[in-house]
């Protein structure tokens, strides 16, 4: 069974960094287009970054410009998201999402991790 795995999400402090990481189950992931998307209590899931499969294209969403990095290692099926300058605003539950019908820009997710769970204190 095909399956994103996510992890890396914990309580950090106002200003900290966090790396998430998305472990895909099968090599196949490495054609597709992936990205993140982050849901808060109360609100609509929101897109945060997406990463062609070369890495060569990411497109960021603005509140995390600037802030976030996304980037992957196709070798380790694996991609990440580092994240700088955190805000309690940032606080939300990240899922990351692979697209297998485009390999440019994450358009309509196909496939979705189980989330993980970022908390940032002020």
């Known amino acids: 069974q095909v399956q994103l795995v996510e992890s890396g999400g914990r309580l950090v402090r106002a200003g900290d960094s966090l790396r998430l990481s998305c472990a895909a189950s099968?090599?196949?992931?490495?054609?597709?287009?992936m990205g993140w998307f982050r849901q808060a209590p109360g609100k609509d899931r929101e897109f945060v970054a997406s990463?062609?499969?070369?890495?060569?294209?990411?497109i960021y969403a603005d509140s995390a410009k600037g802030r976030f990095s996304i980037s992957r290692d196709n070798a380790k099926h694996t991609m990440y998201l580092q994240m700088n300058s955190l805000k309690p605003a940032d606080s939300a539950t990240y899922y990351c999402?692979?697209?297998?019908?485009?390999?440019?820009?994450?358009?309509?997710?196909?496939?979705w991790g189980q989330g993980t769970q970022v908390t940032v204190s002020s």
């Open positions: 999402a692979a697209d297998r019908q485009s390999g440019v820009v994450v358009s309509i997710p196909d496939y």
């Open positions: 099968e090599p196949t992931f490495d054609a597709y287009a």
């Open positions: 990463i062609s499969w070369d890495g060569d294209h990411t």
